[in-house]
């Protein structure tokens, strides 16, 4: 008898808004997870299908807006024959608090997934205060 766990494939999750779109189209939350350490939060965004130049992510009172468009891959003179993979676009937010460095934040994507960095502010990070001898 096996202790492995069978893997999940997980569908795309659309965003239940409760605001009205100002854009036609479907907008999907894209899964994360979020890991840390002593001296930085890593935040790790699958969006599978978006190109670099196709993401955005902003930052505006202590909000933290990421967003991407899976855009058709299909050429002008191409017709679609079967489409399993939706297209639309990606957005999610996080508030932010004052122990990220918010001006070192950094961003890198590959391979479909979107990794941001988010170092802590100095005053958050733990440190070791040593005792003398008297």
Do not use: W
């Amino acid at each position: 008898m096996s202790d492995s766990k069978e893997l999940q494939v997980k569908d795309k999750q659309e965003v239940a808004a409760p605001a009205e779109q100002t854009r036609s189209g479907v907008v999907f939350t894209p899964d994360v997870d979020i890991f840390e350490n002593d001296k930085e939060i890593t935040l790790l965004a699958d969006m599978p299908g978006v190109a670099s130049e196709d993401i955005a992510i902003d930052l505006n009172d202590n909000v933290l807006s990421i967003s991407g468009e899976v855009k058709p891959f299909e050429e002008k003179d191409e017709s679609d024959v079967l489409i399993e993979f939706e297209i639309g676009r990606y957005s999610r937010q996080f508030t932010l608090s004052e122990v990220i460095d918010q001006g070192k934040i950094e961003a890198k994507h590959q391979d479909g997934v979107l990794r941001l960095t988010l170092p802590k502010a100095e005053k958050a990070v733990p440190r070791q205060i040593a005792v003398n001898a008297a």
